[in-house]
């Protein structure tokens, strides 16, 4: 894949705009996960983050990118300030999906899913098909969400819906839900079954999905019976055993983690920074 942006200095980096496909224009730093979600996990005002999986990766705010336009950014920050107001600062849970809501998880999930598609490259090792469903579900999204920024109508097909769980009402262990609390992933499946496409963000006891099942596709698994294959699971079971498994892995890498800080004595370190505060 050809280079999508070129950082000019420090400050500036221009490129094409992940969403609206213009060139040549300067790039914002864009959150994948909006910093709202970020600024109410903090614990402290100098909180700062880490990747689990590289614990010296630090974001002072959360993860940012050079991804979007400034139109763009604005756009995206318009539904996430109602998300905000609506679901982050209420206690009130999610009942149904509004439609700014929906906006909200279809402008998260998107990202995420560029992100592993045209960025991490996490998706390479998935046979074409899978891989090939993947930046067709990622055009889908990008084509609505044009649509939407552009006052035009946007359309989103039957095939795509987004659900809201709370881990309290999945059937996951109290102690994990409580070590996960800080947490912040995203990132794109296929289940087992190969019969749904999933992004899936998980952060503050929640898990926001965006779930595509396409009509027209069939990959057989040779390792499954065909009872197997007829079987399909509900998308409550689904996320929750991802949740279940997602959750467990971020606790083991944790637990890896720590030992590694106090071995090289980051441990103490980030203690003294917060002592007293």
């Known amino acids: 894949m050809k280079e999508r942006f070129r950082v000019m200095s420090k400050k500036k980096t221009v490129g094409k705009c992940a969403l609206c496909k213009k060139k040549n224009i300067e790039l914002r730093n864009s959150h994948i996960v909006p910093r709202l979600v970020y600024q109410r996990i903090k614990s402290h005002p100098n909180t700062r983050f880490r990747n689990i999986f590289s614990i010296k990766d630090i974001y002072q705010d959360g993860e940012k990118k050079p991804m979007l336009c400034a139109e763009c950014e604005k756009f995206f920050n318009n539904y996430e300030t109602t998300y905000a107001n609506k679901i982050l600062d209420s206690q009130n849970k ?21 992100d592993d598609l045209y960025v991490l490259n996490s998706l390479e090792k998935m046979n074409d098909t899978i891989k090939e469903t993947f930046i067709s579900y990622e055009k889908i999204l990008n084509t609505y969400l044009n649509n939407l920024k552009n006052n035009q109508v946007p359309i989103i097909t039957k095939e795509i819906k987004n659900f809201v769980f709370f881990f309290e009402d999945l059937n996951i262990p109290q102690e994990l839900i409580q070590q996960c609390s800080s947490n912040v992933c995203g990132y794109s499946f296929v289940t087992k079954e190969y019969d749904k496409f999933i992004i899936i963000t998980m952060y503050l006891g929640m898990a926001i999905c965006t779930v595509y099942t396409p009509k027209n596709l069939l990959i057989i698994n ?14 409550k079971k689904t996320i929750e055993e991802e949740v279940n498994y997602t959750t467990r892995r971020v606790i083991q890498q944790q637990s890896k983690n720590l030992k590694e800080m106090k071995e090289t004595g980051l441990y103490e370190k980030i203690k003294d920074r917060y002592r007293d505060k």
């Open 94 to 114: 999610i009942k149904k999906i509004d439609y700014d809501t929906n906006q909200y998880i279809f402008s998260l999930n998107w990202r995420v899913l560029y």
């Open 222 to 235: 040779p390792n499954k019976t065909l009872k197997e294959i007829i079987f399909k699971k509900s998308i």
